[in-house]
């Protein structure tokens, strides 16, 4: 398997938040609707619970800065250290605030000469440490998240209703600046040709993501391709591995694993998503930024790691991204 990586424009806000399991889903459906990119979705997904054909990361921001891209990857997920724990109150009192002040810093800036690591204090950053950085706008704030209140329309008398009827709803709307670029890395198997997987997204830009597509949510534009290593942008000699999407771990694997759980509200996309059984079940991962530490024989041959999810729908052809690719890295916490 190779990983590709795809710039993307965002074109518009967004009613669904961009997630890597997200766009595999809506990636299946244009390949689902079209044989001619990549063949049968079916047999596509006929040995997908040994060898995904494609694994689809989170989108991650990234800047250039003197000439180079540099990726705002999510924080690795790691506790504090207990030889670190001091015993006198006023220490206490200061690795208190240190940890409050790092639990803002909610990404590590990353490129192939700033490798990710959660111990160096000048790649890890927040808002304000991102809009110092790269000198975006006082108005900057990465993702913002707006309430927008909706209501049902009688399409009888084309009013609301009254009493009863009247039964307004909110729901979430995100935006970025328009200064925001993003990432997605997708690891794709031998036998798919890239321009398949590329072809797919840039129907998915046009077409639109997530919730609310046909008002015009959604929309994004590829503008670039290429062919990326992701140890590049990790540790020579790691103890761990940093997921950059949701993974669900396979069992015996892992000595330890740390990580922030993530529960999936799958939803049917496509023609399903109107049919009687439009939800799936949801599904405990682990959320990107999770840090495993593979046991000394079960170390990754492969550029990722997970599992399939089945059995979480009605529909028995239902597969759920589990896998994520990932960055090795020195977590420096003792693996057993």
Known sequence: MKVFEFSLVLRSDFATELQGDTLFGHICWQLAQDPGLAGDISALLQNYDKEPFCVVSDPVMFFEKNGSREYLFKAPFLPQSSKDI????????????DRKRRKRLKWTITS???KLDHTREETMAGVAEIKSRYA???EWEGMKTVRQTHNSIDRLTGTTGTGAAFAPYAVNQYSWHPETRFAV????RGD???AAIKKALSRIGITGYGADASTGKGRFEITEQSEVDLANFGN???DAICVISAVVPEAETYSAVYFDPFVKFGKHGNVLATGASPFKQPVLKAAAGAVLMPLKDKWPQKPYIGRAIRGLSRHSETVEQGYALYIPI???VKND
């Open 86 to 97: 001091v015993a006198d109150p006023a220490g206490q009192m200061r690795q208190e605030n």
């Open 192 to 194: 798919i040709k890239i």
């Open 236 to 238: 020579a000699q790691p």
């Open 185 to 188: 890395f997708v690891g794709v």
């Open 330 to 332: 020195k977590a420096g």
């Open 136 to 138: 975006l706008p006082p």
């Open 112 to 114: 192939t000469s700033l």
